[in-house]
Each structure stands twice: as structure tokens, then as C-alpha cells.
């Protein structure tokens, strides 16, 4: 049996004004918790230092660039990274990162993976995201995730906290493809924070069902794989919109075992042992016995019904 002891470090709403000393004062508070109860490793929601800011439609670039990390660790959440050497345990952290390759500046909405000693041992770079890029004054509020992020292009899986681990942000865990891309190299837990508002303004008719699609989504992931998943909400009403809880872990056999039952700042625990991954790998799940890729090109060669991968017209290619 590996056994790792993980806590969902649940959120409840940072305001447009708060500080990320004062977000990183409740992530703390939380990683506390989770030490005092055992906890090998903490997992913190999407964008976990301020608000979600694309909710708004914002001109200027400067206000924009305030809500993103040019360092990581940088002045305000070094004191995270100590506070984890010195409890002796990891964490996971959604932030939007600033970062300049080449010269050229890049914006992402990001994760890290940090072990026990406060190293970083993985960053991902979200790679759906949802919503829209121009200002869409209809909304009652905007998601311009597409106007002030650039995609990510990889799900990676590394070796931490005794076994593979692997990670997702937000709207990735609504797409299978996410999953099997990371169970394809064998992951075991694969961590997810989001911010999700209860309210779609494009399909309200799916509002009632948001919790219910939040625990579908990462329950098949979960199974379909023979993996652990950790999702963590920031919930709650934040600046006036209202983002649904529902933080979870699940088992590889797809059974929620441990949850959160309020919107505010919360943790939730479970022994979760890693070695439960193997009955599903080895049978079911035995990607190497079972799938049948020949079959399935068209997940990688078409976008959707009538475009290719390259944003060509279905057909137009014959
Ligand atoms: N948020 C939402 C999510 O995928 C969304 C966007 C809400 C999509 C409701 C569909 C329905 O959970 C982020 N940040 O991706």
C-alpha cells in the first residue's frame, strides 16, 4: 500500500482588492490544518491568490497584469513555500503566471506542484479554456479566459508524493481527453483546482445541474483511468457571482470519499492509498490489452464535426 493523506484546501471568494498577502494568510491557515490532521499534501484551487478576474472585461493592460505572478515563489508567497518546508508537506496552487520566454511576455492560467522540501516538481499550463475573447456585454458577467490566457499544450505526469501525479485546472476536467492523456502515462492522482460560477449565461438551463456535472466529470475521469482525482472550488459568492463548492476526492472505482459540505474556506481528507489504481489498470482499464487507437484517430485528427485539427473544413482535404 502507498499511502498518501491528502487535503482539499477549499477557498471561499477573494475580493477584487484583497491582497495575496491575505490569500496566502487563509492558504496557510488551511495547510495548518491539513498538517495537524496528517496530511502529506494540500491542493489549492484554480487561481488561488486573487479573484477571478476574468470575469470582467478589462482595458487596461497594467490592471490586467496585476492579477498575475512574475515570480513563483515570489515576495508575498515565499512565506508558502517556507510555511510548507517547515510542516513538512506539498502542495498544489492554481495562479495566473506572467512569464517572458524569449522576450516575449506569455500569460497563463497555471498550476504548481510543490514536494515537502518546498521544491516545485512540476508546472502545468492550463489547456482549456473555456468561455469567450471579446467583451460580450450581454452576459450578466464576462469569462474572457480565451482574451487574457494563451493555451497550454501538454498534460505531464511526474513522480512526487510516492507515485504519479498529475494535474488539471478547471474547465480540463471536463474533457475525457484530459484524463486519458495523463493515463496514458500511467498517472495515479491527478489534482484540479476550479472556479466555476453556478450561472452558464449561454446555457442556463444547465445551472440547476452544475454540482451534479462537476462530481459526473471527475467520477468517469477517475474510473475510466484507474486514478484518484482531487478537485478544489473556490466557492461561493465572489464579487456578486456565485461559484459552486463541491470539493472532492475520489477513488479510482469512481466513489466520492471524501467532500466538503460548505462554500468557504474548508479542508477535507482522505487516506488515499495508490495501489488502488492497480485493479483497474491491470483489468478493465489494461490500456495496453484493451484499446483499439486505430480506431480513434479522428479524436486527434478532427477539432469537432466540421473542422480538422488544423482548423480546416472537414472533407475540404479529399
Ligand atoms: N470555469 C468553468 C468550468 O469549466 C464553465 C467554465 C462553467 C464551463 C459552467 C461550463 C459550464 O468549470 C473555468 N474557470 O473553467
Known sequence: MRFVNVAVGQLGPIARNDTRTQAVARLSGLMRQARSNGCDLIVYPELALTTFFPRWYIEDQSEID?????????????????????????FYLGYGELSIEDGVLHRYNSSILVDKSGAIVAKYRK????????????????????????????FGVVEAFGGLMGMAICNDRRWSETYRVMGLQGVEMVLIGYNTPVHNPPAPEHDDLSLFHNELVMQAGAYQNGTWVVGVAKAGIEEGVDQIGGSCIIAPSGEVVAACTTKGDEIALARCDLDLCNSYKRTTFNFDIHRQPRAYRMIVERKGKNLMADGTPVGSGE
Open 66 to 90: 496585476g492579477f498575475f505572478e512574475r515570480e513563483m515563489p515570489g515576495p508575498e508567497t515565499q512565506a508558502l513555500f517556507d510555511l510548507a518546508r517547515e510542516l513538512g508537506i506539498g
Open 127 to 154: 489547456v482549456h479554456l473555456p468561455g469567450h475573447a471579446e467583451h460580450e456585454p450581454w452576459r450578466e458577467f464576462q469569462h474572457l479566459e480565451k482574451r487574457y490566457f494563451e493555451p497550454g499544450n501538454r
